[in-house]
């Protein structure tokens, strides 16, 4: 069985609706890392951002190390009520 825990540290920047996320902690693939995250929300409840995430792995693809990294976007259903 794997095993996964985080401590997960949040910081909303309410002014120009930006938020930060950090997971630091113990993965599936039992390596140890950090995941970062931002995003940014709308009133609308639109949220859209990225991540990226660095750990101890050693999986090495194109000759390189690998850290995952990608973009993300939530849509609220409601949005589409008329």
Known sequence: LGTQYFLN???DWR???LQ???SIGKFLADDFGIRTEV???FPSG???GFWYTYTNAHDVINGE???DKGV???VPLDILYT
Do not use: D, G, T
């Open 9 to 11: 540290l949040y910081y």
């Open 15 to 17: 002014c120009v609706e």
């Open 20 to 22: 930060f996320k950090a």
């Open 39 to 41: 995003s940014r929300y």
């Open 46 to 48: 639109l949220r859209i």
């Open 65 to 67: 190390n690998y850290h």
């Open 72 to 74: 993300f976007f939530s």
